[in-house]
């Protein structure tokens, strides 16, 4: 494997702080501006700002006791960091720092402090609306599409999966057609 670079760990971080307080900021302004329940037009009904709070998961849904909302995704987090830490690659790392901060920001710091999470971003078309979601959501969201596009388009040097198997980037430990490894 190769040596993962202090400047992908360096950017893996800013990535995740920068995001984590854009988060936490934007989350802070709707609070204060806007009211529960009311839209405010952005782009006509495409894009409506209105203020709920989500005590369950992802899209609304629960997935087992309010324990397994804190201990899953710190697991998640966990998982985030080793791998962020072991890939040598700057577009993986600002992948990964975006879903941590997503993590972070919905999973850890909202839920401790106010017991449920911000949402405020509301999407859709005519009757046909997205779940309401915010910053942390969108940067998850934007970090797995990264990391995907990474695995399947991006150069092959230093992908996630041969971090994850500590083989050398590039080589999957098994025989090409010429027979080479």
């Known amino acids: 494997m190769s040596n993962p670079s202090g400047s992908a760990r360096r950017l893996f971080i800013w990535t995740a702080v920068i995001s984590l307080l854009l988060d936490q900021a934007s989350k802070l ?3 204060s501006l806007l009211h529960p329940y009311v839209p405010h037009q952005v782009l006509g009904q495409m894009l409506r ?3 709920v709070s989500n005590p369950r998961g992802l ?3 629960s997935y087992g006791p309010i324990w397994m909302h804190y201990v899953l995704p710190l697991l998640g987090m966990c998982f985030v960091i080793y791998f962020a830490w072991r890939s040598s690659s700057r577009w993986s790392s600002v992948a990964f720092g975006l879903i941590l901060a997503g993590g972070l920001g919905n999973n ?3 839920r401790v402090r106010l017991g449920s999470v911000i949402d405020f971003i509301d999407f859709g ?3 046909w609306r997205w779940y309401t979601f915010n910053l942390a959501d969108a940067f998850v969201v934007v970090g797995v599409i ?3 596009w990474y695995e399947f388009f991006g150069a092959k040097q230093g ?3 041969s971090a994850a ?3 050398e980037p590039g080589k999957t430990g098994l025989p090409s057609a010429s027979g080479r490894t």
């Open 59 to 61: 899209f609304g849904m």
């Open 125 to 127: 078309f005519g009757n």
């Open 49 to 51: 700002l209105v203020l």
């Open 29 to 31: 302004l709707a609070h």
């Open 146 to 148: 990264m990391l995907l």
């Open 159 to 161: 992908t996630i999966a």
């Open 108 to 110: 850890l710091i909202d």
């Open 165 to 167: 198997a500590g083989q």
